[in-house]
């Protein structure tokens, strides 16, 4: 069982910065790829980033290219989410996930944390 536990959410003006972070005490992390998804209320959860086990390879959603970094950190069991420019649009709340493919759907990952809410007002 791998547990996953997500920080850094909250209420940021449009425009502004957020920071996510996701730990896990497992020591297994390097071999899990790590994902972000969102899901805002009444609709389906949605890829964001994700990124390799060794870290070597990252993938974005469209409507986040430029604008988030997903990065990890082996030494520390962590992954994190770096959010600048944010939009209204980009309110939900976001979830990290822990697979052992590098994939873009929820089915890719077996493991989740219990999701942070961030809220972009405009």
């Known amino acids: 069982q791998v547990q996953l536990v997500e920080s850094g959410g909250g209420l940021v003006q449009a425009g502004g910065s957020l920071r996510l972070s996701c730990a896990t005490p497992g020591r297994t992390f390097s071999s899990y790829a790590m994902g972000w998804f969102h899901q805002a209320p009444g609709k389906e959860r949605e890829f964001v980033a994700t990124i390799s086990g060794s870290g070597s390879y990252t993938y974005y959603a469209d409507s986040v290219k430029g604008r988030f970094t997903i990065s990890r950190d082996n030494a520390k069991n962590t992954v994190t989410l770096q959010m600048n420019s944010l939009k209204p649009e980009d309110t939900a709340i976001y979830y990290c996930?822990?697979?052992?493919?590098?994939?873009?759907?929820?089915?890719?990952?077996?493991?989740w944390g219990q999701g942070t809410q961030v809220t972009v007002s405009s």
């Open positions: 996930a822990a697979g052992v493919i590098v994939g873009r759907s929820p089915r890719d990952y077996k493991y």
